[in-house]
């Protein structure tokens, strides 16, 4: 029970409970991820095809624990606060969690040819991108590119000799049912995940069918089979970026409405870039939305606020008696 006082107003109260629930919910969201992606790369590296060496996992996650507690201990030395890993072991988890998820996929779709430094670099960079990329939205700070992506982006527009690791390496060791059931426990769990935690299944409906749409539309404008289109969308790859990245939670939008219009915008880029044949479109076309809608928060909202506020309001008009001549 909450027992409300009089130096505590109800609104305050109010708002408490709701960041404590919006906290236990990406609590729970980043928990349940973290435990998928670490049982897929334990089973990718032992069982499934991974191709990267045992090493990369593990340096990815080197650089981005030391990442995320080195820039933790600065800005809470700068504020004069407490850490926010402070408090046991069960602090650190929790605040690790984020920077767990990043490293792991990172280590998992980047293919750095044994460039362990590339591999640290990149898991870095998107730990620290999210308190160097920041914008005002609402009443706080939020960071708005996609960890992981932008990381990934940023090392394969740096370095030619990266690629992404091949789409065949999550189900290279399975055959007959597996190959079925496999995306079939990534689905049911990423659904739950995006249903329950996230509220981003519109976002997930969307995206599948703007995709669907754009590879039918390339089809027909380019003369090319249909089916070579919508070919990607049959892979694992495709579906761990439709449930596990392109739904972050902390860098898409959370109208319905607006998840619509994220989903359109990255698959009408991924088009274009297909169109002129370049290369990694998926990870390029979502860093581009993601900091397109950081643009709009940061500069083209508070110019229309602007605007808005020092246009001259209208005067108000003057009761009929008063506009009558005097007799």
């Known amino acids: 029970m909450t027992l409300v006082t009089a130096d505590v107003p109800a609104s305050t ?26 049982t897929l790369n334990i089973l990718g590296h032992l069982w499934l095809g991974f191709e990267q060496s045992w090493i990369t996992p593990f340096v990815a ?15 809470a030395r700068d504020g004069r606060r407490r850490p926010a890993y402070a408090g046991g072991a069960v602090s650190v988890i929790q605040f690790l969690l984020s920077a767990h998820v990043t490293a792991l996929a990172i280590g998992m779709l980047l293919m750095p040819l044994e460039q362990l430094w590339v ?9 620290a991108s999210k308190r160097l990329i920041q914008v005002r939205i609402g009443n706080r700070l939020r960071h708005v590119l996609n960890p992981s992506n932008f990381g990934i982006t940023i090392v394969l527009l740096l370095f030619p000799t990266v690629g992404i690791a091949p789409p065949y390496q999550f189900s290279e060791a399975t055959t007959g049912t597996l190959d079925v059931l496999l995306p079939l426990i990534v689905i049911c769990t990423g659904s739950l995940l995006n249903t329950k935690l996230t509220g981003r ?8 069918a703007f995709f669907a749409a754009q590879g039918i539309l390339r089809a027909v ?13 049959s892979g694992f790859a495709f579906i761990l970026f439709t449930f596990y990245m392109i739904t972050d939670p902390a860098t898409t939008p959370s109208r319905w409405r607006n998840q619509v219009l994220f989903a359109a915008a990255v698959a009408a880029l991924y088009a274009l870039f297909m169109y002129l044949h370049v290369v990694f479109g998926l990870f390029y076309a979502l860093t581009l939305v993601t900091a397109a809608r950081g643009l709009w ?5 508070p ?9 001259p309001q209208p005067e108000p008009a003057q009761p009929a008696a008063s506009q009558a001549p005097a007799e």
């Open 201 to 208: 299944m519109p976002l997930v409906l969307a995206w599948l």
């Open 61 to 75: 996650l080197a650089a981005a624990y030391g990442t995320e507690l080195f820039l933790e201990r600065q800005a």
């Open 297 to 301: 928060f940061a500069l083209l909202l």
């Open 13 to 38: 109260v109010f708002t408490q409970k709701a960041r404590l629930s919006w906290q236990e919910k990406r609590l729970a969201g980043l928990s349940r991820f973290a435990i998928a992606i670490t």
């Open 119 to 127: 591999i640290a670099f990149a898991a870095s960079l998107a730990v």
């Open 221 to 233: 404008l380019q003369d090319t089979p249909i089916l070579a289109g919508l070919a990607p969308m």
């Open 303 to 311: 110019m229309i606020e602007a605007s808005e506020r020092q246009a």
